[in-house]
C-alpha cells in the first residue's frame, strides 16, 4: 500500500508539491519559534544570573530590607575575610564583589543621572565576557572607569577624557571623585548598555566609604551543585551576622513565569499545526473529488472502501512524513548556524524593553529530542486532516460517478 501510496504521489506531482510545502512551513515555522523563544528565555534566565543574582546573592538583611531608598550604610563588611570563608567551602567555585548605584555626572556646569556598575576583575563586567570596543579594562584599585557608547554618546565623551561623578555614600553623605575613561565596552545584555560606567570594586568601595566592604555578593556554584541547598547552608551560617542569602531562582521574574512560557509556546505551535492541517485537509479533500472516477473504478472492480480510504491516508502520511522531516533537517542547519553566528537584536528595537535583560545578540539552540517529537506531531496532525478528508468515499456513488465522468 505504501509503495502505491508513493506512486500515486509522484504521478500528481503538483498537488504533492502543494501539500508537502504547507507542512513544510508548518515544521520550519514552529521549529525556529521554539528554538528563538526558547534560547530567548535561556538567555534571559542567564543574564539574570550573570548579571543580577549569580547563583546566590548575599546581602545585608536592612538593606534588602529597604533596597528602594538605597540605603548604603547597611553592607556587607569585611568582604575579604568572607570571601576567604566562603571559597573554603566545597561547592562553591567563586565569590564577587559587586556594587550597582546612582550617580551625577558633571558636565557643563550641570549634572546628569548615571549608574555605576562595580565588581570584581574577572566578573562578567570586567572579563572575557565583556564586549571591549576599544581601549582597556579598568586597573585594579584605580580610579578609572570603562564607558558604554551610550554614555559616551550621552555626555559628549571619547575614549581618554575625565568625567567626575557624585554620588552617595555609606556614611550618609555624599563624595566625589574624577576618573579616566580608558575603555568602551559592550554586553550581551541590552540592559547592561545603557547610560552607565564600569569601575573596579576595589577603586569604588573607599569613594562610597565602605572600605573592604561591598553592597552585595555574588556566589558561583560548582556545576551540578544545588542552589536552594547551598543557600540554606549560606543562610544558617550568615544570618547571626545580619546577612540574608536567597537563591537566584527565590529572587528572579523569570522563574514563576516558566509554566506560562511553555503554555504559550505550546498554544503558538498548535496555531501553526492547525493552519497546516487545513491546507493539507483541502488538498487531499480536492484529491478526492478529482479522482472520483479512478476511486469508483477501484471500487467496482472490488477495492474496499476502507482499502481506498486508507490508501489516501497513506499518500497523506507519505507526504506529510517526508515533507516534515525534510522541513526538520533544514530547520536544524538554519539553528545550528544562528547558534554560533548569532541574531542581532540590536536593529528590531531590543532598546524598547530595556530593564527586561535581554540578549542583545540571540544564539539560538533546541534541544534534540524536540524535532522527532515536531515531525511525529506534523505527521499525525496530517494523518488525521486526511481522514476526514477520505470521509467523502464512503458516500460515493459508483455508478453515478462512472457516468458523470464518462
Same mark, same amino acid.
Given at each position: 500500500?505504501?509503495?502505491?501510496?508513493?506512486?500515486?504521489?509522484?504521478?500528481?506531482?503538483?498537488?504533492?508539491?502543494?501539500?508537502?510545502?504547507?507542512?513544510?512551513?508548518?515544521?520550519?515555522?514552529?521549529?525556529?519559534?521554539?528554538?528563538?523563544?526558547?534560547?530567548?528565555?535561556?538567555?534571559?534566565?542567564?543574564?539574570?544570573?550573570?548579571?543580577? /543574582?549569580?547563583?546566590?546573592?548575599?546581602?545585608?538583611?536592612?538593606?534588602?530590607?529597604?533596597?528602594?531608598?538605597?540605603?548604603?550604610?547597611?553592607?556587607?563588611?569585611?568582604?575579604?575575610?568572607?570571601?576567604?570563608?566562603?571559597?573554603?567551602?566545597?561547592?562553591?567555585?567563586?565569590?564577587?564583589?559587586?556594587?550597582?548605584?546612582?550617580?551625577?555626572?558633571?558636565?557643563?556646569?550641570?549634572?546628569?543621572?548615571?549608574?555605576?556598575?562595580?565588581?570584581?576583575?574577572?566578573?562578567?563586567?570586567?572579563?572575557?565576557?565583556?564586549?571591549?570596543?576599544?581601549?582597556?579594562? @579598568?586597573?585594579?584599585?584605580?580610579?578609572?572607569?570603562?564607558? /558604554?557608547?551610550?554614555?559616551?554618546?550621552?555626555? *559628549?565623551?571619547?575614549?581618554?577624557?575625565?568625567?567626575?561623578?557624585?554620588?552617595?555614600?555609606?556614611?550618609?553623605?555624599?563624595?566625589?571623585?574624577?576618573?579616566?575613561?580608558?575603555?568602551?565596552?559592550?554586553?550581551?545584555?541590552?540592559?547592561?548598555?545603557?547610560?552607565?560606567?564600569?569601575?573596579?570594586?576595589?577603586?569604588? @568601595?573607599?569613594?562610597?566609604?565602605?572600605?573592604?566592604?561591598?553592597?552585595?555578593?555574588?556566589?558561583?556554584?560548582?556545576?551540578?551543585?544545588?542552589?536552594?541547598?547551598?543557600?540554606?547552608?549560606?543562610?544558617?551560617?550568615?544570618?547571626?551576622?545580619?546577612?540574608?542569602?536567597?537563591?537566584?531562582?527565590?529572587?528572579?521574574?523569570?522563574?514563576?513565569?516558566?509554566?506560562?512560557?511553555?503554555?504559550?509556546?505550546?498554544?503558538?505551535?498548535?496555531?501553526?499545526?492547525?493552519?497546516?492541517?487545513?491546507?493539507?485537509?483541502?488538498?487531499?479533500?480536492?484529491?478526492?473529488?478529482?479522482?472520483?472516477?479512478?476511486? @469508483? /473504478?477501484?471500487?467496482?472492480?472490488?477495492?474496499?472502501?476502507?482499502?481506498?480510504?486508507?490508501?489516501?491516508?497513506?499518500? *497523506?502520511?507519505?507526504?506529510?512524513?517526508?515533507?516534515?522531516?525534510?522541513?526538520?533537517?533544514?530547520?536544524?542547519?538554519?539553528?545550528?548556524?544562528?547558534?554560533?553566528?548569532?541574531?542581532?537584536?540590536?536593529?528590531?528595537?531590543?532598546?524598547?524593553?530595556?530593564?527586561?535583560?535581554?540578549?542583545?545578540?540571540?544564539?539560538?539552540?533546541?534541544?534534540?529530542?524536540?524535532?522527532?517529537?515536531?515531525?511525529?506531531?506534523?505527521?499525525?496532525?496530517?494523518?488525521?486532516?486526511?481522514?476526514?478528508?477520505?470521509?467523502?468515499?464512503?458516500?460515493?456513488?459508483?455508478?453515478?460517478?462512472?457516468?458523470?465522468?464518462?
Amino acid at each position: 500500500m505504501i509503495k502505491l501510496a508513493l506512486r500515486n504521489c509522484l504521478r500528481n506531482r503538483k498537488r504533492t508539491i502543494v501539500t508537502g510545502l504547507s507542512v513544510m512551513l508548518a515544521v520550519f515555522v514552529v521549529l525556529m519559534i521554539m528554538s528563538f523563544m526558547y534560547s530567548c528565555f535561556d538567555q534571559l534566565a542567564a543574564n539574570e544570573r550573570k548579571y543580577t /543574582t549569580g547563583d546566590i546573592r548575599i546581602r545585608n538583611a536592612r538593606f534588602n530590607e529597604f533596597e528602594s531608598l538605597m540605603p548604603m550604610q547597611f553592607f556587607i563588611e569585611d568582604y575579604s575575610s568572607l570571601k576567604d570563608e566562603l571559597m573554603r567551602m566545597p561547592e562553591i567555585k567563586d565569590v564577587e564583589s559587586v556594587f550597582s548605584l546612582a550617580a551625577s555626572v558633571y558636565s557643563d556646569g550641570k549634572l546628569e543621572s548615571t549608574a555605576i556598575y562595580a565588581s570584581d576583575p574577572g566578573s562578567v563586567f570586567i572579563g572575557d565576557e565583556t564586549i571591549l570596543y576599544e581601549g582597556r579594562f @579598568a586597573e585594579n584599585g584605580a580610579k578609572e572607569v570603562m564607558a /558604554t557608547p551610550l554614555f559616551l554618546k550621552h555626555h *559628549g565623551l571619547s575614549l581618554g577624557d575625565s568625567v567626575t561623578c557624585i554620588f552617595k555614600t555609606a556614611a550618609g553623605g555624599t563624595n566625589a571623585a574624577t576618573f579616566r575613561i580608558v575603555g568602551i565596552v559592550g554586553y550581551l545584555n541590552s540592559e547592561m548598555n545603557g547610560n552607565l560606567i564600569i569601575t573596579t570594586a576595589d577603586a569604588l @568601595a573607599p569613594l562610597v566609604r565602605m572600605k573592604d566592604g561591598a553592597l552585595e555578593l555574588h556566589v558561583w556554584l560548582n556545576e551540578g551543585a544545588d542552589e536552594t541547598a547551598e543557600a540554606d547552608v549560606l543562610n544558617s551560617l550568615l544570618s547571626d551576622r545580619g546577612l540574608v542569602v536567597q537563591s537566584w531562582s527565590e529572587i528572579s521574574w523569570i522563574a514563576p513565569v516558566m509554566p506560562l512560557y511553555d503554555l504559550m509556546i505550546i498554544i503558538i505551535d498548535a496555531l501553526f499545526f492547525f493552519i497546516a492541517s487545513t491546507l493539507v485537509f483541502n488538498t487531499m479533500m480536492m484529491s478526492a473529488l478529482e479522482r472520483k472516477k479512478e476511486l @469508483a /473504478t477501484m471500487i467496482a472492480i472490488g477495492f474496499s472502501r476502507k482499502y481506498i480510504m486508507a490508501l489516501l491516508v497513506a499518500e *497523506g502520511l507519505v507526504i506529510s512524513l517526508i515533507s516534515a522531516t525534510l522541513s526538520a533537517l533544514i530547520s536544524k542547519v538554519m539553528i545550528d548556524i544562528f547558534g554560533v553566528v548569532g541574531i542581532d537584536l540590536t536593529g528590531f528595537g531590543i532598546e524598547a524593553v530595556e530593564g527586561w535583560g535581554f540578549p542583545n545578540i540571540l544564539y539560538t539552540r533546541l534541544a534534540g529530542w524536540i524535532y522527532p517529537v515536531v515531525i511525529l506531531a506534523e505527521t499525525c496532525v496530517s494523518v488525521l486532516a486526511a481522514i476526514l478528508a477520505t470521509m467523502r468515499v464512503r458516500k460515493l456513488e459508483v455508478a453515478g460517478s462512472l457516468r458523470e465522468e464518462a
